[in-house]
Every structure is written in structure tokens, then in C-alpha cells.
């Protein structure tokens, strides 16, 4: 006995305005008897505090009230009989529910620490009291709607950074002090999902060999609990640009592509947010650095200088797929 | 019984073909010259298979990059593909050859995926933690491990075998998670020698990775889910032709690529996957241009060459595109050179040497494709953007010059861009002298390059003027012989100015102080050779300044290569008279002939210098002063007594002198018996047996020509005692030997006509003496023996007619038919002796066990028999029966037999005697 839901699209990704299509496969030894099939689609944001800057209350606490998104049910088939071997029942299926206007907010889909943006839709099968009901669940993912989207091209924002000894706030080594670096680059702070982040990168000068040059990409998700506000910054995918004693005055590109399912459109809502950064680690030839091999990339130490910028992430509209 | 009457003047007559008078000899060779320019007819109608291909090739360097550019241009893509792949597989394979790699490789830990766990001995953490606190640097060390070659190689064999496992099962990202873990073993550029290795290995994986995605998505874009075609892609389609769900998937590969967090392997992974990038863009290639640019951040000179090869070869996957980003590559590489120049200062030039013939084998690559696409109008740009050549946009200084670059360039450049721009060329190697490569081999290739086309005459002049000002300030012999070598094809066209004697005198000045490495005695060989086949004349090449000196510092193989090539020059070039030429082309044999003797070479590679020696032996002609060439020749004997091809050519020599005095017509007894002595001193150390015999055969003739009946006699006791010994020479022989000797047999015969019998010991003393050899010998066949008795009787025959065929040149020897003018006993010992002969004859037929061989046999004799006696009552029962022999051994269609049958009845018809009942 399986109950199975196959979504349209291999992708599974809709957009509020389309209608979520696709079949309830049933494979039965023998044919049984039901009390209705519904359809249930489910939209949420989950929080949860831990670590990050949240207290010892408030961790005490751990899950803060799920926010809904949607919630939407419907009945398939009525009461009735389903024959034995493989069923196949299509469903057809709006998100938006009609009347209703654009201001409810569709979400889009994000898996992060502590935020988490899913929408499911689970079939039940209702076999009566005797029996146990048969159901299946399945995550959809959703993108903003194209009527809400950002004109292409976006137009490129980009900033510019220094980095030196004098940039940088935490303690270095003494060499790199004395002896000095400079680099310096671009690097946009507005981005398309569809696009890498972009950019270049060029050490000017430095005493000391340069071990490896990374582009971290943070997530910061911040969550209301009660009056306060718990940030929590995380790295997503670190991107290595330079491996190595670079070439001085010598260009580098900075291309990142952005990770699916990780990364969404910066989101400023009441009870939470979700907003990313892009981080510029320099990391020096040092023997100290062989000490703490494993330890966050993220912590200023001695032989590292870094700089981190925002970044504004947002849905275009696809052009060439 | 009773012989035959043959008129033999009467039946030449009958049979020969008429004869026409002719003024020119049909095969004479009228002069020299016009036997090189003879002319082609216009006309061939001959098909010449290699010809005809030849000819394809044979189109200029420019055209078949032309053709090459338009082939890549038209659809048949496919067989650019595989012909690009193919031309990729044998640089893979040259580059595992050429970087020896010794047994271990030390890997840091990085390459993890390559140690399995366990294999290596671990240290307990508790240890580990210790020694981290004593000393960070033993951490580092630590992790270097020990793992043999052939560990390594069967390592990264599995690991593909796992990832195309992975991926039958459909498990595609534990595929991609392999692979990168592949790809990061190039990060690891310590293990130096062996990374090319890794590199081809490592790259294989990779290709094979591309493959499958590549067919994925493309089976993703023709087929639907249910494995139901949509459509299906042409070779050269377009992204519009994809569908949407292919390039979603083609997208997520470039996602997951593009998450890989080190550099080094996401390029690699995405230059993997790069011909996917067709099915979302219609313009790939300028993906590239990124690529190229990503690769700077990767510092390690070694690590980054590779990383642009790779690059190079993928791109070739591609359709045909603007390939200015291989400039890039070059550049990018280059600047990693000088860098390295500038950090390495304090290493070794060893070691700076090694990482860059390193490096090497991918700038080769990299040029290639880059000039393989780029037309001549191009070749300019390409130049200037190289920094080969200023721009007044772009000062040269900012990417000058390396050497390593410019050597490839000049390789792959075709012949007349590099001709037409010699000096331009000239210069760039002039400034670029650096540790990446030897300034002389760049001379020098361009040296030969200038020689696959010569430039114009006043480029020559130039281009010649500045080559020697560089050479002259070489020490070392070999840098010298290397440059000079590459030049002197287009010295030796234009035949300019005295630089052949500045060369030579070059030459002597740097060799025959401190004398020639082994190394160097190929380009002097080379030279020589040059020289040698530029002139016409040996005599030229001989007058030139330091020759001979030079010559003389050479041995070895070299050595007697020149050697073989002077004297091949020497003997083609008509008689050999001056003397000086003759003393040196003497000892030039002789050390030939010692070189053979003393080097165990196999008989196949003697028989060169052997042939070039007699020919020379030959060709030496003292005219008048035949002693002295007697003499001469007694010299040769002594020099070259150790070989028999040798000695057989001075016995044919000294032969040839006494005939040339005999024709000179001045009686010289004593010189004619000096060189028939010298003959007779001679042949008994030839060690071959028939060899011997033959000589002494040729030597009776000529004896007999001189009028020197003892000595003829003399001689062909010899040769008939050789028949003798001939047994114990060796046990096994061939049909091949038989026939030589029974043609010997003959010759001796046809020798005897001329012969004057020895009253006292009987007329038929010689041939009873052959006849009792032939029978006594156990090893001698039946069939040799039939033919002896045949040649046998039909000497008799002709010794008994009252004039013989054909007599001595000599009036002072008196033929048989004179001598024995009708004398009875004389013919009764002739017609008894024969007819003994006969008798032995059919029994021997009758005996011969092969059936086939038999019949044949008999045939002969019948034939033998036919034409020796006339027909009567004693002959034809003989003919009848070996006729009878015949029919019952031969197929009743063979031929020989029917005419054989046929001669017989016309025979008998002149006879009484019935004709036997011949049933065919």
C-alpha cells in the first residue's frame, strides 16, 4: 500500500499566481473504500533562537510561534472506492486564493539556521475509524510572483573597498603591521539570485605572502523575541578567489555564483528578517595559522584581514531560461 | 653408338633473331647532368597510389592550415573532434614518458582521497597532540606521506571506476564529490616530476566526468521523462533548441561547480563541464574569457600552466570561436616565468631548468592550438599581442620576451611566416636570453625552419652576417656544431661568400684542441654529410680547408657513417686516378673495413660498407701503371684479407688487369703470370668453397687467354679438388647451393671445349676425374648428378666434332679438333667414355625415387641424348624407355613432354627405326 505525490514541474518551483498541478499516485494490492481525498497546501516560517545573540531566556524558550503563510485545503474526491493496482488522480490547485489581494506575502522558500521558509502539500486519504488514513507529504518551493519583480537588468551597485593593516580593527601580526598590505577592489552589493555576485579584487602590495584570498557568503537572520531582536550571521558558501603568493597589481576576478535553496530575495518582515553579506578574507602566510586549522573562519585573527560589505539579494525576472 | 655432326655456325644462323646496327647504346648514360634533369613525360599515365597522396600533402604549410581553418569552419565538426582528441591522446601519452618519476612520491595531505585510511601507518592523536606543541613545523611534516607510483596510479584508477559506478547507479552527486576530490589532487604541486602524471590521470577522470554530463542533459533535452523522444538535437544547435528542464539541470551542475570552495578544482570541475555551457549560451566561449581570468588567483607557476593546458584543450571541444584568450593563457604563463625568475634567484639553475621543462610541454600545447586557428592575416596581431613584436599601443617592455615562448612560437609557426620575417625573428632571440631556454636552440630552429624555406637572397645575406657574429662568440663545440649545422643547407643553396671555410675553420679551431664529445659528433656528422652530398666532386669537398683534419678527430658510428658517405661519393663519380684522393679513400676503407671487423656488427649492417669498399677497389684506376695497381691491390689484400666479399673483388680485380694487358697488346708474360700468381695466392683463403671454385673458373679463363696452358691446367685442378672438399664444408645445404654448383659444373665443361687435352692422360682425363668426384660424393643428389652426366656428354659431344664451337683468344693454344685432327683413338675414347655415361644415365633416371622429379629427369636426358647421337638401334630403345619414364611420372598435358614427344618422331623419321607407339 503507497500513497505518492508528483508535483508538475521537476523542479518544483511555482509562483503564488500558478496554479500547483500534479497527481496522487495510489498503488493498492486490493481496492478499498474512503471517506474523501483532500489536498492540503501549507505555507509557514519557522523561527527558532539559538545561539547567535539571543540570552539564556530566550534559548530556554527555543521555538518562537510559527508564523502561517497559507493554509489551503480542498477536497480531491469525494467519498468513494479506489481500485486496486496503480491510481492516478490529478489535482489542480490555486495558492492565491482569489479575491484576495497581492498583499499577503508569499515568502519565498529558504532553509536557514534558524529561520526556515517551507510550503508543503500533503494528500490524506480518510479511510473511516476502522481504518488508518493513508497520507503523503511533499515540499514545493516558491518564488516571487513575476508581476512583483525587479525590472532587468538590475542596475549594478557596487562598492569599493581598501583593505589594510589600517582597516582593520582586530590584532595582526607584527609583520603584517610593519611590513604592511594593501588590496583593494569592487564588489557589487546588489545581486540577482540568477546572477553571481561580481566583482574584482587586486593586491597592490604586501610584506608578507598572501596563503589564500576567500569570498565568504553570510546569511543574517534575525528573529523578534518578544522586544528583542536575535541576530544570527552564519556562512553559507566560501569561495575561494586565490590559492597562493598572487601576482601584485594583478586583477582578480570575484565570481560567486550563489547557491540555490540557501539563498532568497532579503526579506524585512514585522517578526523576522533575512539579509546577507559578503565577507573578504585575506588570509597571510603564517605558521600560527597551522595551530588552528579547524577553527571559524569567521573569527579575526592574527593573520587574517577581512572586510565585509552587504548584499542586497533580489528575484529577477529569468531571461534566458 | 654414334655422335651427332653439328654445324654450329649453320644452326646459329638458323636461330638466331635478326639484328639491326644501332650508333647508340640503349643504356648508356650520355653525361652526368642531363641524367639528373631528365624529364618526367608530360604525360603519366601511371597511377601512383603513394604519388597521389603525396601530392595532398605536398600543398604548401599555408594551405593546409587553410584548408584546416575551412574544414573546422564547415559541418564536419565531427572529424575535428576526433582528430583534435586523437592529436590530445598522444601529448598525454608524451607526457607521461617524459618526466621520469622515481618509484615514491611523498603527497602532502591534501591528497587525502588518494590514502586510504588505514593504509598509512597514523600516529596515536595523543602523540600528534605533543608534537604540535613542541614544534608546529613536525606537524607539517607529518602530513607528508610516503605511497609508491604504481600506489598512486591504480589508486586513481579505482577512484574513476568508483565514480563511473557512482553514476550508472544514479547517484550523480557522490560522482560529482569524487570528482572533485580528484581534481584536488592537482593542488598538490609538490610532487613536481610527477604532476604531469597526475595531470593526465587526474584529467581523464575529468573528461570522463564531462562525457556523462554532457550526454545527460542532452538526453534531457531530446527525451521526456517517460523516455519518449521530443526532438533531437542537430551537432551544431542551438541553446534555443533546449528545453527548459535541460537547462535547469545544466544550470545545477554549474551551481554545484560554482559552490566548490577551493579555486583550483572548481575550475578544473567547470572546464570539465564546459561544452554544457552550448545548451544555455550560443556564444560558450566567452565563459573562457572568465576562466582565464580566475586563473590568475592561482599563484603556483606549475599548477597554473597546467590549469591554462587544460583550458586549451577544452576549449577545442568547442565550435570554432575567437581564441584570443589563448594569448592570454601564454601570456599569463610567461609572467609566471619571469616571475619565477625573479623568486628564484637564490635556487639553483638545476632546479629553475627542471620547473620550467616542467611547464614546457604546456606552452607547446597552448602555442599550438593557438596558431593551429589563426590565419596568416592574424599571425601579426597575434605577434604583437604576444609582445614578440612592438606596437606603438603596447611598449614590449610591459610582457617582454621569454625564450621557452619563442622557441614554441617558432616551431609551430609555419615555415615561410618565419622565413619571410627572419630577421625580425633574429632579433627577438637575440633579446631573449633567459633561463627558460638556451638561446643557441632557438638559432638553431630557426636555422632549420629558414631551411624548410629558404628566404630571398638579400634576407640571406643579412640574416647570415648576423648568425656568424653569434656563433663566433661560442666556445663550446657542440652550441657552434648545433647552430652552423641548421644554417648550412641555405649557405650550401646560395653557395655565399667564404663562410664554408669559416665554418670549417670554426670547427677546427674548437675541436681539434680538446677533441669531440659523443654528444657532438652527430651535428658533425650531420655537417659532413651535408657537405658531402652538396658536391659533385669528392675532390671539392677534400680541397676544403680542415676537412680531412677534422675527419680525423671523429670515431665511432659517426665516424664511419662519413666515411660511407665519402666513399659512396667517391665511386659514383667515375675511375678514381689521383693519388692523394686514392691514399686517403685507402685509409678511409680501412677503417671502415677495421670498424666492421672490430665492432661485432650483424652481416645485414656490413654489407654497406663491405659493397662501398669493393666498389671502391673497383673504381681505382692506375692506367698504364698496372704494376703499381697490382700492387695496390696486394696492399688491398693485406688491409681487407679478413673479409671474403673483399678478397672475391681482388681476385676479380687482378683478373681484370690481366686481360686489360693482354688487350693493351704489349706482351707482358711475367705481369700476366704476377697477377694469375696473385689469383692463385688468393682464392685458398676465400673460406666459401663454390666461391673459390668460381674464382678459380675465372681464373683459368684467364690464364687460357694468356696463352698459360700450365697454369689453366694448374687452375682448374683447383677448381675441381674444390668440388672435392666441397662436402665437408658444411652438412646441410640448400637447393639454392645445388644449383650453383651444378652451374659451375657446367661452366667448367663449357670451359674444357677450349681446353687442350693431355694426350698422355687421355682426352677425357678431366671429365672422368669430375664424373668419379660426382659419384663418390654421398651427399650429392640425383639430380645434380643427371645434369653432370648431361653437361658430361654433351662436352663429349662437341669435343668430337671436327670443328669446335668456339676456341681460345689465343693463337698459341691449339684447340682439340686441331690437336686431334681425326684421330680415331681420340673419338673411340670419346664415344666409349659417352656412351658409359649414357648407360649411368638411365639408371640414375630410372632410380630417382620423386616421382614428379623423375619425369622431368628423364626428359632432360632424353633431350641430352637426342641432340648428342644420332638415332639408331642402341639410342632409341634408351629414348623410348626414359620417354616411357616420363609418361608414367607426368600428366599427360605437360608440355615439355609434348614437345620433347614431337622433337623425338621428327628425330626418328631421319632414322630406319620404327617409331615407338607414343600414347599421349
Known sequence: ?321 | MEFKTRDYDAEEASHSLPRLQTDFHPLVVQSPLEQVDIPLPKKVDLYDPLRASDADFAVSVAEGKDVEYVSIRGSSNETVLQLSAKEWASFKRSLMQKFSVAKTISISSMSDVIVKSGKEHEKPPTRIHLEELDDPQKDAEAGVKIITRQEYVSRLHELKDEICRAWQAEDRVTALKLSIKVARLLMDTSVLQFYPTVFVLVTDVLDMLGDMVWERIKRRAEYADDGTMICSLPDDFKASDVSFDAKETCNNWFCKIGSIRELLPRIYLELAIFCCWRFLHDRPWENLKRLVMMMRGLADPLASAYCHLYLARCSQKLPPHDIGYLITCINAVKVRIILGRESMNGNSSEDRKMSVSLFEPAIGWIIKCLLKDTDQMRLGDVLVKLGLRANETNSSVESPCISIVLHHLLKELPSEVVSSNALEFMQLIECSKDYSFDQYLNYMLLGLKLCERIPLMEAVDAILVKIFQVVAQYDGLNEYLKVVDAYLDIILHYKVGDYLTIILDGISDRACNKGVAESELDSLQSIFIKLLSHFDNLNDVLALNHFVEILDVMYGSSRNIVNMHILNKATRSGYIRDPTTMQLLFQVSQALHDGIYFSSIKDDDSQQPLHLISRFVQMVDFGAEMEHHLTFLVECRGAFGSTNELKETLVHSSNYLAVKAMKDAKKHDSFLKSCIAFSEVTIPSISVTIRQMNLYLEAAEVALLGGLVSHTDGLIDSAISCLQSLEVTNGSRTPVDLDGIISSVRKLCSLLIMIPGNPECGATYIPRNVLSIISSQSWITRRLKIRTFCAVISLSTTLSQHKLPYHANSREIVGNDLLFFYEPSYYQELLSFSSSVVQNLLDEVKQEPNQAARGSLALEACNCIISSFKANQEIVPICSKLIEIANSCLHTNNRYLHSTVNYLEKYFITSTTEVPAVTT
Not at chain 1, 66 to 77: K, L
Not at chain 1, 166 to 186: A, N
Not at chain 1, 231 to 238: D, H, L, P, V, Y
Not at chain 1, 257 to 281: D, H, K, M, N
Open chain 1, 1 to 321: 500500500m503507497s500513497i505518492e505525490l508528483k508535483l508538475s514541474r521537476s523542479n518544483r518551483i511555482y509562483r503564488p499566481s500558478e496554479p500547483l498541478e500534479g497527481k496522487i499516485i495510489t498503488k493498492f494490492p486490493s481496492s478499498i473504500y474512503h471517506q474523501g481525498i483532500r489536498l492540503t497546501a501549507n505555507g509557514t516560517v519557522n523561527m527558532q533562537v539559538r545561539g547567535g545573540t539571543a540570552g539564556v531566556i530566550e534559548s530556554l524558550y527555543g521555538a518562537v510561534k510559527p508564523v502561517s503563510i497559507m493554509n489551503r485545503s480542498v477536497e480531491v474526491r469525494s467519498s468513494g472506492k479506489l481500485g486496486s493496482g496503480t491510481n492516478e488522480i490529478p489535482f489542480s490547485m490555486t495558492l492565491r486564493q482569489q479575491g484576495h489581494d497581492n498583499s499577503e506575502p508569499f515568502y519565498e522558500t529558504f532553509h536557514g539556521a534558524n529561520i526556515s521558509i517551507q510550503y508543503l502539500i500533503t494528500v490524506d486519504i480518510n479511510r473511516g475509524y476502522l481504518h488508518k488514513s493513508l497520507s503523503a507529504t511533499m515540499e514545493f518551493i516558491i518564488e516571487s510572483e513575476k508581476g512583483n519583480l525587479h525590472k532587468a537588468p538590475l542596475s549594478p551597485e557596487m562598492v569599493v573597498f581598501y583593505i589594510t593593516q589600517d582597516t582593520q580593527k582586530h590584532p595582526l601580526l607584527p609583520e603584517l603591521r610593519s611590513g604592511g598590505f594593501r588590496i583593494s577592489g569592487k564588489i557589487s552589493t546588489q545581486c540577482s539570485l540568477l546572477d553571481p555576485i561580481d566583482g574584482e579584487l587586486t593586491v597592490e602590495a604586501s610584506a608578507v605572502p598572501i596563503r589564500s584570498i576567500d569570498i565568504h557568503l553570510l546569511r543574517v537572520e534575525s528573529v523578534l523575541v518578544g522586544e528583542k531582536i536575535v541576530n544570527e550571521t552564519s556562512i553559507i558558501q566560501t569561495t575561494q578567489i586565490a590559492d597562493g603568493d598572487v601576482c601584485r597589481n594583478m586583477t582578480l576576478p570575484i565570481y560567486v555564483v550563489l547557491p540555490r535553496l540557501l539563498t532568497c530575495p532579503t526579506v524585512f518582515a514585522g517578526p523576522f528578517s533575512i539579509e546577507f553579506q559578503v565577507s573578504i578574507v585575506i588570509n597571510f602566510r603564517s605558521d600560527l595559522s597551522k595551530l588552528h586549522p579547524k577553527s571559524d573562519p569567521r573569527t579575526p585573527r592574527l593573520w587574517l584581514a577581512l572586510e565585509t560589505v552587504p548584499l542586497r539579494l533580489v528575484r529577477t525576472k529569468r531571461d534566458s531560461l
